[in-house]
């Protein structure tokens, strides 16, 4: 059985993949995928990693996890999807020292000898630092933004950083990412690709967070037309989908408020630059698949 870990990040999805795996549960019951309840699998889990910190998990502690994972699933699972976006750490423990997530590898290495019987996958949404560390920030229940950025420079955080530490920590491991900022245009992509399915494989949900983008009359004909054109390529579905947000988005649901005390619009225009030009080293980075529109 294959593992998919997506661990994040924070302020992305939200849980909607969650959520649109769910629906699609009799679907992929039969591709033998099984989608374990999140209020049913992370608090074992965690308290089965936090107690990793002091000692090791016997293979009878690893069986009663996959109980508790598996408990409505058949037996023939071929692949386990699991979601939780504190997997690296609590809103305050995602920037330290210049990097994004500095716990990510010890989590990833406890993940990795839980269940080292079963290969996994990394599936990782990043947002442009401009907008990700006020989000934080506004989540992170604290007025104090040094709470936020611990002893470090926004110009100097990179999710490259993240993606290749964890690559020169993992060689062998599958990473999957895509940009918060893409995801109402790629959803059903992404959530596919969870699930190990082929891109046209039947699916539920997958205009679930455009939709909620457009204006009520923008949504309606939005359905409309998706339901008299069932069967359009990736690149027919982008092109529909970029037309119908260039005319029907609703502004008061695209906005960011960015909201970061001592934060200018020079900081602001210069970290999303950065965040292109660091795209394009995550483009490099070896065993990466950045899902792009």
């Known amino acids: 059985m294959k593992i998919i870990l997506h661990a994040g990040v ?24 099984a989608v ?21 998990p016997s293979p009878e502690d690893r069986e009663a996890l996959l109980d508790v994972l598996l408990a409505d699933e058949p037996e023939d699972v071929s692949r386990m999807v699991l979601s939780n976006t504190n997997f690296f750490g609590t809103p305050k423990e995602a920037i330290d020292n210049d990097i994004f997530y500095p716990s990510a590898l010890n989590q ?18 990043i947002r442009n630092p401009a907008t990700f560390v006020p989000a934080l920030f506004k989540i992170a229940n ?28 993992i060689p062998e491991l599958p990473i999957t990412v895509w940009c918060h900022e893409d995801a ?37 004909r939005f359905k409309t037309y998706i339901q008299n054109h069932p069967n359009m390529t990736n690149d027919q579905r ?10 029907f988005a609703d502004p008061s649901k695209i906005e960011d408020d960015i909201e970061m005390p001592g934060w200018s619009d020079t900081l602001i225009n210069d970290l999303t630059e950065f965040y292109e030009d660091d795209l394009e080293d995550i483009r490099a980075i070896p065993n990466v698949t950045l899902i792009e529109p």
């Open 10 to 33: 924070h302020q992305t999805d939200e849980d909607g993949f969650l959520g649109t795996l769910t629906v699609s549960e009799r679907i992929l019951k039969k591709e033998k995928v």
């Open 36 to 56: 374990p309840n999140a209020g049913l699998f992370r608090k074992p889990l965690r308290e089965m990693l936090i107690k990793m910190n002091k000692a090791a």
């Open 108 to 125: 990833l290495a406890k993940f990795r000898y839980l269940f080292q019987e079963n290969p996994f996958e990394l599936f990782l949404g």
């Open 142 to 169: 604290t007025e104090d933004a040094a709470e936020i950025l611990t002893n470090s420079d926004p110009y100097a955080l990179q999710w490259s950083e993240l993606i290749g530490r964890i690559r020169q920590s």
């Open 184 to 220: 109402p245009f790629i959803w059903g992509r992404i959530s596919r690709a969870m699930a190990g399915l082929a891109d046209n494989h039947p699916m539920r949900g997958d205009f679930a967070l455009f939709g909620s983008l457009l204006t009520e009359e923008g949504l309606t």
């Open 238 to 247: 982008y092109r529909t989908l970029t037309a119908f947000y260039e005319k």
